[in-house]
């Protein structure tokens, strides 16, 4: 099976770091596409970047049914343009924030998401609200780590990560950690021989259960809110989308 | 005072029906300055074309704050990228939804709203929830009026609403109607006259709501939820918000 | 147009205090009508306060009826008789809780309110519970001020209110603060330029709000909860009411 | 035990009524003492009605205090003025609305209430709200049986309540039925014996939760919410509240 | 009257003194019968303990109705098998745990539960929300104290428990405190003496809620969630179920 | 991998059922090891027959820990025992309810639940509040078809769910179904070639989320609330727990 890996920002390298911690999860059947915007930010930490990279990311969507993917990930923890990618194609699409706490939910009664940026804290408590995981949820915490560095995998990210998740066992009472970003993949084995209690990954989470959803034959459906939009003037930098 | 207007879908029609209605209700000092965006989507009727049209009034949204307006109105009543322009600007910013709401929720304990396309009903009640009004929401009714007849303000258009604006008060108990569409305006009084209840409409309200903002001095937030996003690289089609 | 300002609490100096606040926000042709109940308390400070105050205001109600006043403003934080007082006129009704809660939504998505007394504490909440704002509200703070103290505007009282919003911003991570109190309308000037965020004021928004309505053409809805009451009869102190 | 019984409205017969059934169920050992305002109106079918009939029965309230009953009923199915009566007395305060819910969530898990006017039907939701008990309730069903005819205990009035309440086992699904009423106590026994299921009345309900409190010995909490109100100025006709 | 007086655990000293509180606050005319289950674990300490001993304690129920008693009563804080009790006997059953949420509920709006072993305060946090309590409760306290040093009345017990109601009172601003175990019967008029607020017992409330039912003549509904178990073959060491 | 699937009434015939459906979704490497307790009931249709199923399911838990087992899967649309289960094992443990719920919510936002006895709907709506599904479910439909009928599956039974299913799309709106019933496995082909939109059954789902959950190396978190319960002494019926 195809599944499609989209990183939403532009960053070539993170693509390539996600598109290998994907690999390393997938079934031997399943090929990895991995792929992000030609159009859009670098990195996505507010809703203003949010909505831009949304709009960018459609055209993945787009490039990914005229290959006939059989899944889409969008791997960004804010899961922009979600509902509309769920609109554009029959494929399943699952956002990597919504993975990780589907996941999470099966493990345990009471995780915290440890995450980069403050300033992404805000749309993490809305995604919780939106799917019906707040209850489950004993805090958001944030490291203010710069995403460069992250990218980098400098020591002291993961010791600043590692210290914030032992913050969450003891003062949250956490019982699993969600990682709140993409580029966060490839220190998840290290954390977990860390600590005591099961760290989550959302792009390893978001593979397998779009692959759960093509095994299954199950498709997005097409009646009621994921029917396809339709079709429309559209104009200037947006006319490839008229039909 | 400075009031921009933005009608985010790319109808010239639509922006001066919008325009009308706003000059009727604004205070003698106000000046309406009514913009669509040079990008996007005819219509908005899905999460596909709010994402787009998203993306594409944010240009608007700089060009406001070039021109120093005192504050945005955002004329769709899907309240497309409200969050981002609270971050990209410091002028207050209304959406026509929210501004309904909070309108019709000083009158009344129970409303309906009346919109179009059935397509655009999830859209209501996820914005009904984010704000904190569903309590006070009886119903989401959709005529399913195209979107190009409203424009032509048919008679049978103002027939089809004046029916469902009755089932919302024989069936759901309405006490009053919020209009779920910019396009709607300018039938407000026409149904105040047919109707027992309150009809409200987004954009007149947002009209006054913005106005109050700037009379109170009172700006959004730059702390938290809508500091300025950071600047970074962008690259394609949003070059231009490269900074 | 005529806007009945009424202090529910029996302190005519409170009254003229008020009615300045609101003068100095409202529009030139808004005429100011400032009353307060002629039987009740000095103050507000409890749910037993509340009531009692609550069935002396009705009668200034009635009194803005015969004066044909456009709008009614109830200027307690507490928002004392506010559905009774709807039933009772169908010129709209605004307390000056929900005024302020509604202006600060517009501006930020999560504020804390500072009031005086921690006996209003519980109110507070209620409010916010009642209306649907309670999901924005980070904390409702009380600097345990004596009312009479605040009505002489000690500096120590400003200096104690400062404070107070400080530990909001910092505790909290307040991104507006709503004052809690229809006293302290004169120091919103003050406070809004020491601290770095939105100073709200009950007072104020509730003309501003009041005045839109009247804009608008929109009445209270008196279909359903706030149905005029059947007229029968009352007897002893309330033989007034019977008709 | 000493157990006063409020009639909130200013009707002799129904306090009459009230009282036989209260002395019906209560142990030998407890003083039923009936009692009702000596101002206010003559039934309480609104906001209006009820904020008015909450001031007049504190001073029923004060008067249990003084002959130093043990426990106060509230005998309206709206409540009224219960937070300000805790407050005033330490003896426990018991409303027939909360006390018909707190029985009815002992015996099923989805109750409908059969009320009188429509006009309290609001009132009833918001109660059900306040004190969580809103998942359980399935239904609030109006008949609009005159308060006056229900007095006179009318056949016809039994008809009608007996088809509503089998209205709300076939449409709502209800497995039990909480009489909205105080006035429909007498006939309890007559529509338990024609219904498969239990029908429970608030003012038997609430003799049974007070007498619990005094012979546990429990007394309404003095800390926080229902702390004594502090004393001040009253003027008018609230003139004998001043302390 | 007769009162089943159910200890779902094996512990045969815990009955005992569990019988002795329930007798002390039972009318003159109440029968207690004591009973543990001949099956089961010592204590209940985890959703597993618990799954286990509500098997166990439907042996007891069936036992209650061959000897028609008027009421059961679960007298464990995690109130096992309560619905499953309500299907087997049209008697009420009534769990200490809802009994001391609702007494609670009547006295105050904020309450604290103090229990034994953390790991039952998810327990008690799932039956708040399950009830409709949740609103009221500031918090779930474990002191940690083995059971069977509980059992032993232990002084040091008795400080611990003291303490940990303090820390409610000052850190939690509770206005009332539950005890979350009804091994701690015992102790409460000593810590009521102690404490300036109400301390609530869910064995004695139990008891007089139960008492009221049967006194009022209502019984557990069998239409809808609690109607009978359908008969069926059960094998092995359920046999005796088989009917 | 070994994934141990239990069927937790008594019936073997179900059993064969469910494994030959978990079976055939199952990866190439995945053993499924099929089993039902030797005690309890011979279906689960009410709480009465789902805490004696609970109880005995347990022994298979155990039984399969010491296979070694790699997770486990609760085949009963009730997830009777899940929390008991988790404390038990450290593999992961699923509910097929839980399983089919996380399915849906991937694929549409609105979903009917098909079920059979009417006896379950209460229990499949406490999961669904419980897991944080219940915005998503726009109804539960029970078909009333007796489980032995479905365990033969008679045409007549796939006529009656084919009729329910249709219901649910054009009555509630349904976007997806979730089959409320692992008996029901046989009939999703048949069904989803027949119906426009997903058809979801618990058992599959459940295979592939715990195949994933091995696979991504995470068992279930061993702090809070599903810490390994404590050994203490058990008698009677239960004497093999004793530890």
Redesign the interface.
Known sequence: MKIQLINPN?SQAMTEKMAHAASA?A?PETDIIAIQ???????I????????A???L?DCIAEGNQQQVDAHIIACFGDP?L??A???SSA?V?GIA?AAF??A??????FSVVTTLS?TV?TTH?LLE???????CANVRATDIAVLDLEQCAESVYQQLLDECWQA?HVD????IVLGCAGMADMVTRL?EAL???I?DGV??AI??A???V?????????????Y??T???????HH?NR
């Open positions: 532009t999860i079934l915007p030609q159009h859009g930010p670098m990195s930490e507010s809703a203003f970047d949010d909505v831009i949304a709009a960018a459609l343009g509902d509309a769920r609109e554009l399943p699952i919504e589907h996941t939910s099966l493990l345990c009664r009471r300033s805000p809305h939106h799917y019906g995981f707040r209850h489950l066992v009472g956490a019982e699993a977990s005591p209690i099961p989550i390893s989470s397998t259960l692959e759960n959803l095994r299954l034959g199950l498709t997005t459906s097409k009646h009621g809110h994921y029917a939009p339709k429309k003037p559209f104009i200037g930098r947006y989308w």
